[in-house]
């Protein structure tokens, strides 16, 4: 039955896996993509980009020392997910993955088959405490050693009624100091592009919160940016010659490069470090 459902119905997930070249997805996801693109072009560029940006976040959090990454709303495995662009400059990493959606569990599962360093895990990103009881999670994070914690693309997903804030301090709040939060969101800065997004995206059953550049760096308020800060990811340490991505599926084509057409809607985010707690100096 929820096979079925699943089928029924389009996944942020699977639209997103479609996007970057994946076939995990449905004729429904398919379908809610093209009846959203033309409303919203840019949004096959900013899913993207965004992918792009994990690809820098994670080598520049691999070079900052962290060695246990946190995945929240993981997603669809495709290509250089989180464990495999931190493995080829860190062998020693551990990851764990977090998602709820079946179709992502049940591939996740199979590429991670073996690989004792890197598990996935069914929960909630909305729930961190349920997140951080996770039998897995005690087995694979030790809290007295820095840790990143990523809110990928998913920023959006978090409504109001979830209390966005703490669910994205929540693991920061336990972990070590010197541990990071790497984070983008869809955002758009036309009232009613952002009204509109929210509406097609709720009446799809995916929840969806729109904000604006300002909304994000309050939501983020009291951690530390990196340089160059909270910024379109695009532009957050741009590297020409970092892996490319699958190419973009063939009915998706006509959508790519619309994002240079403006900077109302993209996806903005950055990394950001916890500030050291007083009185305690690692």
């Keep these: 039955m929820d096979d079925e459902l699943d089928a029924m119905r389009p996944a942020s997930a699977r639209v997103y896996g479609w996007a970057l070249g994946g076939k995990d997805n449905y004729q429904v996801d398919r379908d809610f993509a093209l009846r959203t693109a033309p409303a919203f072009p840019e949004a096959i560029d900013i899913t993207r980009q965004n992918r792009l940006f994990l690809y820098r976040a994670v080598r520049y959090l691999v070079g900052a020392g962290i060695r246990q990454f946190i995945d929240m709303g993981c997603g669809l495995p495709t290509d250089d997910n989180v464990h495999q662009v931190a493995k080829r400059f860190a062998p020693d990493v551990r990851v764990v993955y977090v998602d709820i959606d079946p179709v992502v569990l049940a591939h996740a599962r199979a590429l991670l088959a073996g690989d004792g360093s890197t598990v996935v895990i069914t929960a909630d990103f909305r729930d961190p405490e349920g997140v951080l009881a996770h039998p897995e999670m005690e087995k694979m994070i030790d809290f007295e050693e820095p840790l990143a914690v990523l809110y990928l693309s998913v920023g959006h997903h978090l409504v109001d009624a979830d209390d966005p804030r703490r669910v994205l301090r929540t693991v920061l709040d336990r972990a070590a100091d010197g541990s990071r939060l790497a984070f983008s969101q869809i955002v758009c800065s036309d009232a009613d592009r952002g009204a509109d997004l929210d509406a097609r995206m709720s009446a799809a059953g995916i929840p969806w919160r729109n904000r604006t550049r300002g909304e994000i760096d309050e939501l983020?308020?009291?951690?530390?940016?990196?340089?160059?800060?909270?910024?379109?990811?695009?532009?957050?340490?741009?590297?020409?010659?970092?892996?490319?991505?699958?190419?973009?599926?063939?009915?998706?084509?006509?959508f790519v490069g619309a994002s240079r057409l403006g900077r109302d809607f993209c996806e903005y985010g950055g990394v950001l470090r916890r500030p050291v707690r007083r009185g305690r100096g690692r």
Excluded: I, S, Y
Excluded at 239 to 253: F, G, R, T
């Design 220 to 254: 983020l308020k009291g951690l530390e940016p990196v340089e160059p800060g909270l910024v379109n990811v695009v532009d957050w340490r741009p590297d020409p010659d970092q892996p490319p991505l699958a190419p973009v599926p063939e009915e998706l084509a006509p």
